[in-house]
Structure formats: structure tokens, C-alpha cells
């Protein structure tokens, strides 16, 4: 193993899943695997932090190293992330955020339209966005309408704040798929026009 270069120990290390495993093996072996875990993280397609106590700085840090990152889930989970609107700012400033096609920030109460709409003006290739569980309002939601021309999916599950007049992002993405608006204050009857 300490004759590997570091590009090929990046490449294996990619094929590692478990982001807690990968981060807990470069705190612990060497600097040159450390080195190679920055590789591999450059290399993710998908970061997924659920069960990981995660803040805004480190997540936004991790973020930005993920340069070829498509799908990016923040959700939170029992002991998940602890993701405010900063952190979403600090994550929208990342290179691969233009390249995202799936978001989740499922439950994360600390997330307002002021984080949404910095994360979803630069997130213009998304296809799936799920927001449930949030404080955003129809402003985000006009912001998604303007800048998310490929969405597909949308979840809005628990978004108290959400009106049908924020439903509007039904009408102007024309590729939606599917919209999930269970426990808002939407009537059902705007639906069906």
C-alpha cells in the first residue's frame, strides 16, 4: 500500500460509499491518504451527510473540495446536520453547484428563503429538490420557477409557509413530474386548475 501513488489510491478510495468511513480513514492512517481522500472526494459524484453531525463551515469545506458533485444531501436525520442559511451561501459559492442535479435539505429548520434562494440561483441544472421540512416561502419558490428550467421532482412536504400562490412553479417548469405538497396550507382545489 505505501507504494501506490496517491491518484490510484484516490481512484480506490471513490468506491468507498460511506462518507463517514472516508473521512474517519484520512483523520487516521497518513498524510499521503489524507492527500488521496481529497482526491477521491473530487471525485464524488454524490455526497450524502445523513447521521453525520455536520455545520455549516465543515459541510461548505467538503462542498467545495467535491469539484465533480451531482447529487448533494444535507438532510437532516436524528442526529443529522445543523445547516443554516449560512451554510446554504457558503455552499452556493462551491464550483460544482451549477453541475447539481439533485438537492435535498429535507428537515433542516434552520434553512429560510435567504439560503434557499442563494443555493437555487446558481443550482440551474436541478432535476430533483427536496425542501420539505423547511421555512421557505413562495419567494424560493419563484426563485426555482425562474432558474430551474430541467426540474422534474419537487417535494414541499411541511412547508407551512408555502401558499398556492407559491405553486406557481408548477406552471413554468414545464418538465415536472411530480410535486409533493402534503401537510402545507395549500387547497386542494388550486390543484386542480
Not at 79 to 104: E, M, P, R
Not at 114 to 141: C, D, P, W, Y
Request: a positive charge; proline letters at 1%.
Amino acid at each position: 500500500m505505501e507504494r501506490l501513488p496517491v491518484d490510484l489510491l484516490a481512484h480506490i478510495l471513490v468506491m468507498i460509499t460511506s462518507f463517514t468511513d472516508l473521512a474517519s480513514m484520512a483523520s487516521g492512517v497518513c498524510r499521503k491518504w489524507k492527500q488521496a481522500v481529497t482526491h477521491a472526494l473530487a471525485r464524488r459524484q454524490s455526497l450524502c451527510f445523513a447521521g453525520c453531525k455536520m455545520d455549516d463551515d465543515s459541510t461548505a469545506r467538503l462542498v467545495r473540495q467535491a469539484y465533480s458533485l451531482k447529487e448533494l444531501d444535507i438532510s437532516r436525520s436524528r442526529w443529522g446536520c445543523q445547516i443554516t442559511d449560512n451554510g446554504l451561501y457558503q455552499i452556493s459559492l462551491a464550483k460544482c453547484v451549477s453541475n447539481l442535479t439533485s438537492i435535498s435539505i429535507w428537515g433542516m429548520t434552520g434553512i429560510t428563503d435567504k439560503g434557499g434562494v442563494q443555493l437555487i440561483t446558481r443550482a440551474n441544472s436541478l432535476k430533483h429538490l427536496n425542501v420539505g421540512g423547511t421555512f421557505i416561502t413562495g419567494e424560493s419558490l419563484f426563485v426555482i420557477a425562474d432558474n430551474c428550467s430541467h426540474l422534474k421532482s419537487i417535494v414541499l412536504w411541511s412547508c407551512r409557509h408555502v401558499t398556492e400562490k407559491g405553486l406557481f412553479v408548477a406552471s413554468k417548469c414545464r418538465k415536472l413530474e411530480s410535486i409533493n405538497v402534503w401537510g402545507t396550507r395549500v387547497p386542494l382545489d388550486c390543484f386542480i386548475g
